[in-house]
């Protein structure tokens, strides 16, 4: 058994080369199952943001 790639034979580039397009279809595959998943276009709600807030930790403000 051979640990180099360099000398590793022409099945075993075969098999890297398989396996790795196996795994790369399979990422792409659940990234576009993931995109679509549970989005249902017809019942997207917009959100508009609101006035914004001011929140202070401290009671007392000093007016200048």
């Not at 990234?31 to 959100?47: H, K, L, P, Q």
């Amino acid at each position: 058994m051979s640990q180099s790639i360099r000398s590793a034979d022409r099945t075993t580039h075969i098999k890297i080369v398989a396996v790795s397009l196996m795994t790369g279809i399979l990422v792409v595959a659940v990234g576009i199952g993931a995109r679509n998943f549970g989005v249902d276009e017809d019942s997207a709600t917009v959100i508009k943001a609101g006035r914004s807030a001011h929140v202070s930790i401290e009671d007392n403000s000093i007016v200048r």
